[in-house]
C-alpha cells in the first residue's frame, strides 16, 4: 500500500502562485494515475487535478487554466502548480491515486486571503 506525503502548502495573497509537493513511499509507475484531492471546511473532498502515465492530465473546471499538475515517476513525484489563486481555493490538499489502494496523508494547507 502506497503512502502519500503533502508538502508545500502555505498561506499566499489572492492572486499569488503555490507549488505542492507530494513524495510517494513506494514506485508510482504501476499507478495509471495519480492526483491531487482537497477538502474545504464544511465540503467534501473533491478531485482538483488528474495525471496519467501518459502525460494526459484533466482537471476540476474550478481549477482550469490555473492549475498544472505533473508527476516524476523517476524520483516517486507529484506535483501541483496553483496559480492565480483565490479564496476559494483554500483548502487542504492532499496526493492520492484512485488507480489503487492508499491512505490518506496528513495534507498540506493551503490558504488563501489577504
Known amino acids: 500500500q502506497v503512502q502519500f506525503v503533502e508538502s508545500g502548502g502555505a498561506l499566499v495573497q489572492p492572486g499569488g502562485s503555490l507549488r505542492l509537493s507530494c513524495a510517494a513511499s513506494r514506485s508510482i509507475v504501476s499507478f495509471y494515475r495519480v492526483a491531487w484531492y482537497r477538502q474545504a471546511p464544511g465540503s467534501e473532498r473533491e478531485l482538483v487535478a488528474q495525471?496519467?502515465?501518459?502525460?494526459?492530465?484533466n482537471y476540476a473546471d474550478a481549477v482550469k487554466g490555473r492549475f498544472t499538475i505533473s508527476r516524476d515517476n523517476v524520483k516517486r513525484t507529484v506535483h501541483l502548480q496553483m496559480n492565480d489563486l483565490t479564496p476559494e481555493d483554500t483548502a487542504v490538499y492532499f496526493c492520492?491515486?484512485?488507480?489503487?489502494?492508499?491512505?490518506w496523508g496528513q495534507g498540506t494547507q493551503v490558504t488563501v486571503s489577504s
Open positions: 495525471v496519467d502515465n501518459g502525460g494526459g492530465t
Open positions: 492520492g491515486t484512485p488507480s489503487g489502494y492508499m491512505s
